[in-house]
């Protein structure tokens, strides 16, 4: 059940929309119990997540949520594939195929807060992905999909998906062409993009304030040497800057072109 992709992007999808309460012993002010309002109130940071396939993808998410002191249960058909888990993994091994109810249960995927479905198999990925999510009601469920246009068709049925051959090309794609064609990010609707682009020198100096007004973008953040940083009024630009834009698609070319161009001169 091995995988070919980086597991960044599922790890950020596996954050939980919702966070499993604690029980306090402290009594509320006057009662001798713990209050349901008092238990809203405190929440439980760990989650519990089952993970299919123990490829690169799986075994490495696996070890980066443990990291992140998290639980684990890992799931593969094969128990070689263990191994890549290394000594130091103290998560559940569970040898069994993802989409078998009395597997999940085993790994625990009645007390999970998030299921990962990372095989090398779409249709096992896929199968398991909605048994999760339908028969045990987890609702943070990300499946890995080779096919891209079968990635879209389940991303509307509500199973977030990470379409490696689509991610990979699109990775490659803006690493290649110049800064603007291809945006990092761009919304569903096609309306908004998030683009990174380095300072050109013309523009260092000025102040970040000019440089959104003259361009129609935002900054979101900036990198500076090694750094976010977050731009105030008074936030000037530096050499070696890389600036995160946010602006809409319709409004790009112009704003492409005057980042190029440079700040108007003051009259």
């Known amino acids: 059940m091995g995988s070919n992709v980086s597991p960044s992007w599922a790890l950020r999808s596996l954050r939980p ?44 998410l696996a070890r980066s949520l443990e990291e992140r002191n998290h639980t684990v249960a890992v799931i593969d058909s094969d128990p070689d594939s263990f191994r890549r888990l290394g000594p130091a993994f103290n998560g559940d091994k569970v040898t069994g195929y993802g989409f078998d109810q009395q597997v999940l249960q ?25 048994v999760a999510r339908e028969s045990f009601g987890i609702t943070q469920v990300v499946a890995r999909i080779y096919d891209p246009g079968r990635a879209e068709v389940y ?3 509500g199973i977030t998906t990470v379409a490696t051959v689509k991610w990979t090309a699109d990775q490659v794609l803006r690493r290649l062409l110049p800064a603007g064609t291809e945006p990092d990010f761009r919304d569903p609707s096609g309306t908004i993009r998030v683009d990174h682009v380095p300072v050109p020198e013309v523009w260092v100096g000025q102040r970040t304030v000019a440089f959104q007004e003259q361009t129609g973008s935002r900054i979101a953040w900036i990198d500076r040497l ?28 112009r704003a492409f072109a005057i980042i190029k161009q440079g700040p108007e001169e003051s009259s």
């Open 17 to 60: 929309s919702r966070i499993r309460l604690e029980t306090s012993p402290t009594p509320t002010s006057g009662k001798g119990t713990t209050s349901d309002t008092t238990r809203e109130d405190r929440y439980r940071e760990c989650v519990h997540v089952v993970i299919m396939g123990c490829g690169r993808v799986g075994s490495t």
């Open 106 to 130: 085993k790994a625990g995927i009645g007390r999970a807060d998030a299921f990962a479905a990372v095989s090398s198999g779409d249709n096992s990925n896929i199968i398991a992905a909605r």
């Open 155 to 157: 991303q509307r049925l």
């Open 226 to 253: 090694g750094e976010g940083m977050l731009p105030t009024r008074e936030s000037v630009i530096q050499e070696g800057d890389l600036i995160h834009l946010v602006m809409r698609e319709a409004d790009a070319s």
